[in-house]
């Protein structure tokens, strides 16, 4: 203690000096280096996995904006009027527009429906779009310009430079739409594309009083100015924005896919936080006799303070490169297996990851550290000779918990995912806790040999500490199965929507005469299909006796919720003997004569139910059907799907076309121009290049998926690793005695593998068990999936527990072994 009797007598600047060196000492040659390496830990793997979050969710984000031309879109039935170009205007953002409609082109051999995009000079302003011409590629449409889909040279018999009349306008063929930005997915509502100049709208005379025509206005800018601009318009009925985050199914995808890496986040924060904290115990438990002999040679708390703040300052400098550091190199490594999806150059990161990693360990370090330096300080002066004396503990150093809470209120907001995941772990924790505590308590009432029986009474010594430690355990094993878990529903959830041999082709409005032949046609080719569909459109109009009609149409409904949309609008109908084999039967019976089978969206929303009378209108014609069933049904899997599906006594004598869907190989590409010319009167919707790119972005998004959950799991591990280590390390003193006294080195063996192969099974299996729960509630109330169970769970996540135990007790048993030193 020559340092501290030197500090107390020379001058400040002296003593300030000493003070450090002694602070650098204790730091490198006492028990700080762990916290400094758990703190450096936290700081990498939080600066690692923001900045990955970060461009992954840049490139998702860039990846669904370039699907729809924008990063946001306003859709309307009316003429887009000059307040909403004002409102973006004011707020320095870039628009460009496009009106669409159907309209017939003629050529001189043939005529065609065709969906008609009338566009800008500067569209698109996200996304590429590929004009091919005999000599050379362009990326924008100019006046005088028309561009067909590949599949209407076919259809329209033309080639680049002959005469084609859109409306009212004769038009040069400029070349082929190789791709375009935009995709959408309604098989009842595609026509092959052709793409003509704004300057040119007014001369095609197509758009008159009651056309159908869907006006569009693109916009791009930062992010404020664009929900200032959504929050600035009021919607009319018929509009809506459209994000990348809404639009069909890559929306689904990206949605998903941010909340599960904002989860990820959370959890390793979480794990990080409770290996600093269990690291920080450790420290301050093997420093009490040091700061009690401070005391007795004369130290005053002032100085005491002063002492471990300057520690704390280096100990966080320290970290914070040494972290910094190693979490750019961890981010490089994550992103190596990303390396041939991810775009080239990658977004920047930004300085949001380094902000985040050092307020995340701030904020763990504060409480972390000064809770257990508080009580540190207080340590009496006889717990020299006395190291097992209990003082009070001063109840207003858990004050600063306060600081966490708030950051967390601040940062989760109204996010009921992040809430609902917390929630749910505190009340695990402390259900496991005592499930644990209740577990030891029935196995030591049954009969073990004397290692067993040993290691159950030092299980059992202290009911708080085992319950604290199985806890803690069980929380960092069940943690690291959630984020593998929630990786695994999810990629499986996306392959069952859109897997590998989805169909890719849409047949519709096939004649009944041609229904035969060209099921016939795809069958010699070998082509996988669905079922074929009968297809005719129609109105639901009364439940129970309710008018629904009357009561959609009100003020009330302004909003254009589904509800109301599936109201004001015809519907697909069908009718089959059969339930379809990619829907799911949820309730009643298939096959009853006079019903009705619903889905079951459209029934929750409408309030429909097994047994209610339903009135509907096709054609004018009016009849009644008694709902039987209601279905599941993937919307998202390139399938022919229905709202209604009708037994074949109320509607096969009614007049409909067929569809059908099925999957075309790359090999099989002239198929489907052949097919347009043996059916000229069947429309094709080719989706083959929506699909693809689908398909990308899953492959893009399951691999960064993939990435983010190694490093969730790795974190685990470290905290299962630090918690084990740090258990052996409170027991060394009383094994030691153990050794000292005479017992033998077989004995303690048997009881250290006893006490923490029992602790390692019992917390494994109820990880298992809050693994379970936890996923199950987040697929269903977080990620709104169906809910699946995970039988490996219950033996991988012990058999993992008991591997970890195996590999800490053989690098620290022969240290345990040695008895203590007179």
Not at 433 to 451: F, I, Q, T
Not at 587 to 598: F, L, P
Not at 685 to 693: E, G, Q, V
Request: hydrophobic content about 50%; glycine content about 6%.
């Amino acid at each position: 203690m020559t340092e501290l009797s030197e500090c107390q007598r020379m001058p400040r600047q002296v003593n300030r000096a000493l003070m450090l060196k002694w602070s650098w000492r204790e730091l490198w040659q006492g028990q700080l280096w762990p916290v400094a390496v758990a703190l450096s830990l936290i700081i990498a793997c939080v600066f690692a996995l923001s900045a990955l979050v970060v461009r992954v969710e840049k490139v998702m984000v860039d990846q669904g904006r370039s699907m729809i031309a924008a990063d946001l879109v306003f859709r309307s039935a009316n003429p887009i009027t000059p307040v909403l170009l004002e409102e973006a205007a004011q707020r320095d953002l870039t628009t460009t527009q496009q009106t669409r409609f159907g309209t017939m082109a003629f050529s001189d051999e043939a005529m065609q429906l065709v969906s008609v995009k009338s566009v800008d000079s500067d569209f698109p302003l996200r996304g590429e779009l590929t004009l091919q011409t005999a000599r050379s590629i362009q990326h924008h449409v100019f006046p005088g310009e028309l561009w067909l889909a590949e599949r209407l040279f076919d259809l329209l018999q033309v080639k680049p430079g002959d005469r084609l009349a859109i409306g009212d306008a004769e038009l040069t063929v400029s070349g082929t739409i190789k791709q375009e930005p935009e995709l959408s997915f309604n098989p009842f509502s595609q026509m092959p594309a052709v793409l003509i100049h704004a300057d040119d709208l007014a001369k095609t005379g197509a758009i008159q009083p009651g056309s159908r025509v869907q006006y569009l206005t693109y916009f791009t800018g930062p992010e404020q100015q664009l929900s200032a601009l959504q929050k600035a318009v009021t919607l009319a009925p018929g509009d809506r924005w459209i994000s990348e985050t809404s639009q069909g199914r890559t929306g689904d995808i990206i949605d998903k896919a941010q909340q599960y890496l904002s989860l990820t986040l959370i959890l390793v924060i979480i794990m990080a936080t409770a290996t600093l904290v269990l690291t920080c115990s450790h420290y301050t438990a093997t420093r009490r006799e040091t700061v009690a002999m401070m005391k007795s040679l004369g130290a005053r708390r002032r100085w005491l303070w002063q002492w471990l703040t300057g520690q704390l300052v280096m100990l966080f400098l320290l970290a914070a490169v040494a972290g910094i550091s190693l979490g750019a190199l961890l981010e490089y490594l994550l992103r190596l297996p990303l390396s041939g999806i991810l775009p080239d150059p990658l977004p920047a990161m930004g300085v949001m990851p380094l902000i985040v990693s050092l307020l995340v360990a701030l904020l763990v370090l504060i409480p972390g550290m000064g809770i257990a330096l508080n009580r540190l300080v207080e340590a009496p002066a006889i717990a020299v000779i006395q190291p097992q004396v209990h003082w009070p503990v001063n109840r207003r150093s858990y004050s600063l918990l306060i600081l966490p809470m708030a950051a967390s209120l601040l940062w989760f907001g109204d996010n009921g995912l992040m809430w609902l995941t917390l929630a749910g772990l505190t009340v695990l924790m402390l259900v496991l806790a005592l499930l644990g505590v209740a577990v030891v308590a029935a196995l030591k009432r049954a009969r073990w040999g004397p290692a067993m029986t040993l290691a159950l009474s030092r299980i059992s010594r202290s009911r708080l500490a085992t319950g604290a430690q199985l806890a803690a355990l069980t929380c960092s094993l069940m943690l690291l199965t959630v984020i593998w878990l929630l990786r695994s529903d999810l990629l499986s959830d996306w392959q069952q929507t859109l897997p590998a041999n989805a169909p890719n082709v849409f047949a519709l409005n096939i004649s009944p005469e041609q229904q035969a032949d060209y099921l016939a046609a795809l069958d010699d080719h070998g082509v996988v299909r669905s079922d074929s569909y009968p297809v005719i459109r129609g109105r639901l109009t009364h439940i129970n006796g309710g008018d629904l009609l009357a009561s959609s149409t009100g003020q009330d409904n302004a909003d254009g919720d589904e509800k109301d949309e599936s109201l004001r609008r015809e519907l697909n109908f069908t009718w089959r003997e059969s339930l379809p084999v990619h829907n799911t039967l949820l309730e009643g019976a298939w096959g009853q004569e006079s019903g009705v089978s619903v889905e079951s969206g459209i029934a929750e929303r409408l309030g429909i139910t097994v047994g209610d009378q339903l009135i509907f209108t096709v054609n004018s014609q009016v009849f009644e059907a008694t709902v039987t069933s209601l279905r599941q049904v993937e919307w998202r899997n390139m399938r022919p799907n229905f709202y209604f599906i009708f037994t074949p006594d109320l509607m096969a004598s009614l007049p409909a076309t067929w569809m059908i869907s099925y999957r075309i190989e790359v090999d099989q590409a002239a198929l489907v121009n052949q097919l347009g010319r043996d059916f000229p009167t069947v429309t094709l919707l080719d989706l083959r290049t929506m699909a693809t790119r689908i398909q990308g972005i899953m492959q893009q998004v399951s691999l960064s998926l993939s990435v983010l959950a190694a490093l969730g799991v790795a974190s685990g591990l470290l905290l299962v690793m630090t918690l084990l280590r740090l258990s052996m390390a409170q027991r060394t003193q009383e094994i030691k005695l153990y050794r000292t006294l005479g017992a033998s080195r077989k004995r303690i063996t048997a009881t250290v593998w006893g006490e923490y192969g029992m602790m390692a099974l019992i917390a494994g299996s109820m990880a298992a068990l809050g693994a379970e729960l936890i996923v199950a509630a987040l697929v269903k109330w977080g990620f709104e999936l169906p809910v699946s169970g995970h039988p490996w769970v219950w033996l991988a996540v012990p058999l993992i527990s008991l591997m970890l135990v195996a590999a800490i007790i053989r690098s620290m048993l022969q240290a345990l072994l040695k008895p203590l030193k007179s």
